[in-house]
């Protein structure tokens, strides 16, 4: 039994577990699954219908929202990736990026990558989902605004 970091009490698989109860939840979210499988999850995966997710039309409809947690010694390894038909954007804590901090924003757009700082100062799974669900929300909103 793995007990570290923010999903202290968690084991990985309980982790996924709760992730994907709150992805079940998520409004426009749609055949949420663990990935590669039920029997060795890594990440939870959801379809996402946009529009009903920002409670208004938006030009892409359709899109993946995929939650990686992984307990780690020290900071847990996190992800929480949008990917729809122009973008694919989300929040990776993770070790790829240390100049930017322990949490980095990432932008994939016409074949150009960006990263910047994103600070999420919370350690639960759970917590880091909420954050950059509420996030996500206005990057969308950025991006058909720009």
Not at 25 to 30: F, K, L, P
Not at 62 to 80: K, N, Y
């Given at each position: 039994m793995v007990l570290l970091a923010g999903g202290r009490g968690f084991t990985r698989r309980q982790g996924l577990r709760r992730?994907?109860?709150?992805?079940?939840?998520?409004?426009?979210?749609?055949?949420?699954?663990?990935?590669?499988?039920?029997?060795?999850?890594?990440?939870?995966?959801?379809?996402?219908?946009?529009?009903?997710?920002?409670?208004?039309?938006?030009?892409?409809?359709?899109?993946?929202?995929?939650?990686?947690?992984?307990?780690?010694?020290?900071?847990?390894?996190?992800?929480?990736?949008?990917?729809?038909?122009?973008?694919?954007?989300?929040?990776?804590k993770d070790d790829d990026h240390p100049d930017l901090g322990v949490t980095h924003f990432q932008l994939a757009r016409e074949g150009e990558v960006k990263h910047e700082p994103a600070d999420i100062e919370v350690e639960a799974p759970l917590s880091v989902l909420e954050i950059c669900l509420e996030r996500l929300r206005k990057r969308l909103q950025e991006d058909v605004n720009n």
């Amino acid at each position: 039994m793995v007990l570290l970091a923010g999903g202290r009490g968690f084991t990985r698989r309980q982790g996924l577990r709760r992730l994907k109860e709150r992805l079940q939840n998520v409004a426009g979210a749609s055949d949420v699954r663990y990935r590669p499988s039920k029997v060795r999850p890594r990440t939870v995966v959801a379809d996402l219908a946009v529009d009903q997710f920002l409670g208004k039309a938006f030009p892409r409809t359709d899109a993946t929202l995929e939650v990686l947690w992984r307990p780690h010694e020290g900071d847990d390894i996190q992800r929480v990736q949008y990917v729809d038909d122009a973008v694919s954007l989300g929040w990776h804590k993770d070790d790829d990026h240390p100049d930017l901090g322990v949490t980095h924003f990432q932008l994939a757009r016409e074949g150009e990558v960006k990263h910047e700082p994103a600070d999420i100062e919370v350690e639960a799974p759970l917590s880091v989902l909420e954050i950059c669900l509420e996030r996500l929300r206005k990057r969308l909103q950025e991006d058909v605004n720009n």
